[in-house]
């Protein structure tokens, strides 16, 4: 007779505990969110605050570059705007905060 046989009619269903097929379902999902946020959400979150943090700190005379790709440095600071001077023939842009990109600071000259 063969073994596999014999397995195949012996073996009887069981019954399945909703508790166990719902962990099953539920914990994957954690498991993938939980992924996503210590290596996706919250290190892009570290970097705006650490960015947020750098333009309230920023001075007249600092380096910035805008999301545009200009860079220049600060000429005036006015609430939510900033002139910043570009170029030898000190062209001056006026940008909001928003668009700024990162904040080189100024070495001081000592």
Do not use: C, H, W
Request: charge should be positive; aromatic fraction near 8%; glycine fraction near 4%.
């Amino acid at each position: 007779m063969n073994p596999f046989a014999l397995f195949l009619t012996t073996a009887t269903p069981q019954e399945v505990d909703p508790i166990t097929s719902l962990l099953t379902m539920v914990v994957p999902f954690g498991l993938m969110f939980a992924f996503l946020y210590f290596f996706m959400i919250r290190p892009q979150r570290k970097k705006d605050k650490e960015l947020r943090a750098q333009i309230n700190s920023m001075i007249v005379g600092d380096d910035v570059v805008t999301i545009g790709g200009i860079i220049g440095r600060v000429a005036n600071i006015k609430d939510d705007e900033i002139t910043i001077q570009t170029s030898v023939a000190k062209t001056l842009v006026t940008v909001r905060k928003s668009a700024i990109s990162q904040v080189l600071k100024k070495i001081s000259d000592e």
